[in-house]
C-alpha cells in the first residue's frame, strides 16, 4: 500500500502563488508515475500534471502550461507542484495520485490506484 498526504492548499488572489506538496510512505518504491489532478464543483475531475520518479519526464494538461511546475524529491518521497499565475477557473479540490504501472497514458485517472484526500485552492478574483 502507498499513503498520500498532500499539503499546501488555500485561498489566494487571482495572480497569486501556492505550491503543493505530496508526501508519500508506505511501498513507494512500487511507484511509477506521480500524478496531479483537480476537480471543481459541479465538473469531472481532471488532468493537472505528472512526473515519472525515473527520469523525472513532465506532464501538463494544456491549461497550466508555463504556470504550474511539477517536481519531484526522490529521497523525500515528495511531489511537488508549483503554481503561479493563478486563475479564479484554478480553484477545485487538488488531489495527488499514485500509479505503478509501468509505460502508461498519464492523463488518465484510472491508472492511478493511490489518491490522497485532497486539498482545497480558492483563487478570488
Known amino acids: 500500500q502507498v499513503q498520500l498526504v498532500e499539503s499546501g492548499g488555500g485561498l489566494v488572489q487571482a495572480g497569486g502563488s501556492l505550491s503543493l506538496s505530496c508526501a508519500t510512505s508506505?511501498?513507494?518504491?512500487?511507484?511509477?508515475?506521480m500524478g496531479w489532478f483537480r476537480q471543481a464543483p459541479g465538473k469531472e475531475r481532471e488532468f493537472v500534471a505528472a512526473i515519472r520518479w525515473s527520469g523525472g519526464t513532465t506532464y501538463y494538461v494544456d491549461s497550466v502550461k508555463g504556470r504550474f511546475t511539477i517536481s519531484r524529491d526522490n529521497a523525500k518521497n515528495t511531489v511537488y507542484l508549483q503554481m503561479n499565475s493563478l486563475k479564479p477557473e484554478d480553484t477545485a479540490v487538488y488531489y495527488c495520485?499514485?500509479?505503478?504501472?509501468?509505460?502508461?497514458?498519464?492523463?488518465?485517472?484510472?491508472?492511478?490506484?493511490?489518491w490522497g484526500q485532497g486539498t482545497q485552492v480558492t483563487v478570488s478574483s
Open positions: 495520485a499514485a500509479s505503478a504501472r509501468f509505460g502508461t497514458v498519464v492523463r488518465v485517472a484510472d491508472i492511478y490506484g493511490y
Open positions: 508506505g511501498r513507494t518504491f512500487t511507484t511509477t508515475v
